[in-house]
């Protein structure tokens, strides 16, 4: 293909210069504007927004009358797209263990960009009409060809928060990055996949004849891409294996065409030998003036679900009181608990005599309570054990007070002891969630 292309860049001007009279021109322009891949995403929430985009065009046009003629040539166009994503894409896989379970992406504010550059080739229909002696009004109409050289995309913000959702045990895992449960917010970035577009261009704009050979042009321009270019593919945008793909190699865009407007300048030459009384773009003059200008004929461009929870609002701590839990709005509509990793510590209570603090925590604990101040953690200690249950007081390495009043083996017992605490303590321990403990 660039072969071809660069085979006929150099035919333009070898074809013109055989012209024998001033109805052949050979043009460079260059222009700007809003440059567009324009798509839409199957999920509502997302958007797209085009930048600006760039344009470098060499033609030959002739003139077969004084009105019409037709031009062609070759050129450059760069064409961007803007996405910003909010949504969570979902996805059955199998674990190591056999298990089957839903993959989540939660896409907060994830921006990704695509850019392209593409040769392109157009074919249009001109027509011209004269406005004054030295100024003329030129259309053109017709198609382009745009072969895709160079497609990127770059995500410049954002991240994305991946879990696991295991129906049979109605659980949703997280902050397991060793099994890919985790926040990304890493800048991924590579290259797109795109087929050639055929679009319909309209050109509209005045020439301006500086002198006999030489004219400058100024106009606007129009493109809409008539075919799809996207390379359909049946992926994720993330994967559960860590691949990042894009917005355009996933299944979340089903359409992709160009689309583009804005102005462009340039410079045109007459080419050949003029003849008199020709219908010359550039040199077209009354006919009394036509003997004295023909004999100067020979000169001449894109934390974690939300942390598992926000377990607490640390700005309420007015008044010695315990943090405050989410409020009724923002509760989980499924009834799942949540569940998140920690290493921990068991925080000894000279003041209780249950003999408690020395029970070892096994690998599932049910938290009721998340503290900043030890004293508000014994406070609900207290409380609970003069309602006949063995509570556990432990420290995270971020110094906040877990009330643990279970503990488990199996995640399944565990999720079992949260339903029961929350249906028995409703609203008081709605939002109570499991720790998994990791070993020291």
């Known amino acids: 293909m660039k072969k071809i292309l660069i085979t006929i ?15 052949d021109y050979f043009s460079i322009l260059g222009g700007g504007g809003v440059h567009n891949l324009k798509y839409s995403f199957q999920e509502s929430s997302n958007h797209f927004q085009g930048s600006a985009g760039y344009l470098l065009n060499v033609n030959y046009s002739h003139f077969l009358n004084s009105n019409w003629g037709i031009s062609t040539g070759i050129g450059a166009s760069t064409y961007s797209g803007h996405s910003i994503l909010n949504f969570t894409s ?25 850019y392209g550059l593409f040769w392109e080739i157009p074919l249009t229909l ?76 309209v050109d509209l704009g005045t020439l301006h004849q500086l002198n006999n050979h030489i004219g400058i042009y100024l106009g606007g321009y129009l ?20 691949n990042y793909n894009g917005v355009l190699s ?5 359409d992709v065409k160009q689309f583009a407007y804005g102005v462009k300048v340039g410079v045109y030459f007459a080419l050949g030998k003029k003849k008199k009384n020709s219908d010359q773009i550039l040199s077209e003059q009354p006919p009394r003036k036509v003997k004295n200008i023909s004999d100067q004929n020979n000169k001449l461009t894109q934390a974690s679900n939300q942390s598992i929870d926000s377990i607490e609002n640390e700005s309420s701590t007015e008044n010695n009181k315990p943090l405050k839990t989410k409020g009724k709005n923002d509760r989980n509509k499924d009834n799942t608990p949540s569940l998140i990793q920690e290493k921990i510590k068991i925080v000894s209570d000279q003041q209780s005599n249950s003999g408690t603090d020395s029970i070892q925590l096994k690998r599932y604990s049910v938290v009721i309570g998340s503290f900043i101040y030890k004293t508000n953690a014994l406070k609900l200690k207290s409380k609970m054990e003069n309602e006949g249950y063995k509570i556990v007081l432990a420290l995270n390495e971020q110094q906040m007070f877990r009330v643990i009043i279970a503990t488990f083996d199996k995640v399944e017992d565990a999720v079992k002891e949260c339903r029961r605490i929350r249906n028995k303590y409703t609203p008081q321990f709605y939002d109570i969630w499991i720790l998994k403990k990791i070993n020291n």
């Open 250 to 254: 996933s299944s979340q865009v089903n």
């Open 126 to 201: 001109q027509f011209r009409q004269r406005l004054s002696n030295k100024d003329h009004l030129l259309l053109g109409l017709g198609g382009k060809i745009s072969s895709p050289f160079k497609t990127t995309y770059k995500v410049t913000g954002g991240e994305i928060t991946t879990t696991g959702y295991y129906s049979q045990w109605n659980v949703e895992f997280s902050n397991l990055p060793q099994y890919g449960f985790t926040t990304i917010s890493n800048r991924p970035k590579g290259d797109l996949t795109m087929k050639t577009s055929y679009a319909l261009t």
């Open 90 to 114: 979902k996805n059955m896989e199998t674990d190591f263990e056999n298990d089957s379970y839903e993959f989540r992406a939660k896409f907060q504010n994830w921006e990704e960009k695509q």
């Open 9 to 23: 860049f150099l035919l333009i001007p070898c074809i013109a210069l055989r012209s024998q009279d001033a109805k």
């Open 223 to 242: 493109n809409y891409g008539l075919n799809n270019i996207l390379l359909k593919e049946n992926k994720l945008i993330y994967e559960s294996n860590g």
